[in-house]
């Protein structure tokens, strides 16, 4: 393990500085907005302009990169990213904070690309699940730390915008420092919607179903959080203790048809998020809260994954990499459009409603799986692919996914690195 944790540790570094960062700001600009009194469907409009600019950040981030090189576009990159905290500190204003959010989701989009690509060149081939699991584990606590340091600082203040931009910042030192150029990013190719859908639409609807769900709980879960006028520190364990429920849920996957898997989860989702609405009413403790939210973030955590299985299923090997690019692009168009429908409802019938949309996406995504299993017999046991936690980040991540081929060609530097 240490020999696998060596090369990349300064990776691993600077890729948990920046989820860090972008997690505390993630939470605290919603819980700022409702300090502000501004109402949730526009708090809505300017939480889903990350998942907007993460959409074209995917589709543009690895040709800027590929240009500019990898050290010149992270240090370009992160300091966007940093300067656009900042802004939020400087200025109130929710068009500019929608503009901003929106350049957030776009650089963290193309540093998750840059950091992912150097651990592929720096993973051997026999290491690559362990990297992946390392990075993923990574990324997960450092999610976690970063809805818990709302409470390090003043919520009214300014100091934890910058807190934010000083953790996005600081990412760059240990990133900008390695000695091995990117890979090309040339050879990762996404594969057309059309050409997913017709191998596996419930991969594909279930992807867009878990951005459509993922992105509205967690760009609005705490204005929800605050309406029950629970404290910084009772919000930020609301927001914080769903990222981890997906790690235990996720094992069943092997042990039974991937599509039943996923049918129970999502009806875990309807439930869960049922039982959240009813306790806007009032009457829960906290306890009772946190236990609902973890089976909710539990089932969110497992459903994009899933999906992904399952589109893995019936592609190719040497096509799962670009399939995994297509279907990321797929969630980000549904983390864009769910907020934007789930704030609208809050904004005509309260903050409830945000859990009544999710029940109701929850259950249609179910319908829709059902109809599947029906219209479709299951691929045996032993021709299933693996299940894998993964994040969604960058389809290059997926290259370190022990079920899918390497990229094929890296190019090293030792020379002179700030060429790549």
Same mark, same amino acid.
């Given at each position: ?9 300064s ?7 920046? %989820? ?16 502000? +009194?501004?109402?949730?469907d526009?708090?809505?409009?300017v @939480?889903?302009?990350f998942?907007?600019?993460? @959409? ?15 050290? #010149?576009?992270?240090?370009a ?23 901003m959010?929106a350049?957030?989701?776009?650089? %963290? ?16 081939? /026999?290491g690559?699940g ?8 990574t ?14 600082? *003043?919520? /009214? ?10 953790? @996005? ?8 420092l &390695?000695?091995?150029?990117?890979? /090309?990013l040339?050879?990762? +190719?996404r594969?057309g919607?059309?050409?997913?859908? +017709? ?15 993922s ?18 520190w009772?919000?930020?364990l609301?927001m914080?203790?769903?990222?981890f ?14 599509? &039943? %898997? ?17 306790f ?18 539990? *089932? ?14 019936y ?8 399939a ?5 692009? %797929?969630w980000?168009?549904?983390? &864009? ?18 859990f009544v ?15 599947? @299993?029906?219209? #479709?017999q *299951? ?5 299933? &692919? ?17 079920r ?17």
């Amino acid at each position: 393990m240490l020999l696998v944790l060596r090369p990349v540790f300064s990776l691993l570094f600077g890729a948990g500085l920046l %989820v860090l960062g972008n997690g505390l700001i993630g939470i605290l600009l919603p819980v700022r907005l409702g300090i502000e +009194k501004v109402s949730p469907d526009i708090s809505g409009l300017v @939480m889903s302009a990350f998942y907007l600019g993460f @959409m074209m950040g995917s589709v543009l981030g690895q040709d800027i990169i590929r240009r500019v090189g990898h050290i #010149r576009a992270f240090a370009a990159f992160a300091a966007l990213a940093t300067a656009t905290s900042l802004v939020h500190a400087l200025v109130f204003d929710v068009a500019l904070w929608a503009l901003m959010r929106a350049l957030t989701g776009f650089c %963290v989009a193309a540093l998750y690309a840059t950091i992912e690509s150097w651990l592929n060149v720096k993973t051997s081939n /026999e290491g690559r699940g362990q990297v992946l699991s390392i990075y993923l584990v990574t990324t997960y606590l450092a999610s976690l730390i970063g809805q818990l340091l709302i409470n390090a600082l *003043a919520i /009214e203040g300014l100091g934890l915008f910058c807190l934010g931009a000083l953790l @996005m910042s600081l990412s760059l030192v240990p990133v900008v420092l &390695t000695r091995v150029a990117g890979p /090309e990013l040339g050879g990762v +190719k996404r594969l057309g919607l059309g050409v997913l859908y +017709k191998a596996s639409p419930l991969g594909v609807i279930a992807t867009w179903g878990a951005g459509m769900l993922s992105g509205a709980f967690y760009a609005l879960g705490a204005i929800y959080a605050d309406s029950l006028d629970l404290d910084v520190w009772q919000i930020s364990l609301f927001m914080g203790v769903p990222i981890f429920g997906g790690l235990v849920i996720g094992k069943l996957s092997d042990r039974y048809d991937r599509r &039943t %898997v996923l049918l129970g989860v999502l009806i875990m989702c309807v439930v869960s998020s049922v039982v959240l609405s009813i306790f806007s009413f009032g009457g829960a403790s906290l306890t009772t809260l946190l236990l609902a939210v973890v089976f909710l973030g539990g *089932a969110l955590a497992v459903i994009y994954p899933l999906a992904v299985a399952q589109a893995y299923d019936y592609v190719d090997r040497s096509d799962m990499v670009g399939a995994s690019g297509g279907l990321l692009l %797929v969630w980000a168009i549904g983390g &864009t459009v769910g907020p934007l429908i789930a704030s609208f409802f809050m904004g005509q019938f309260g903050p409830s409603a945000l859990f009544v949309y999710l029940a109701v996406v929850a259950s249609a995504i179910v319908i829709f799986t059902a109809y599947r @299993m029906l219209a #479709r017999q *299951a691929r045996p046991s032993s021709e299933q &692919t693996a299940f894998v936690s993964m994040q969604t980040t960058s389809a290059i991540t997926n290259a370190l996914d022990p079920r899918t081929d390497p990229l094929p060609e890296f190019y090293y530097n030792d020379e002179d690195p700030g060429d790549r």
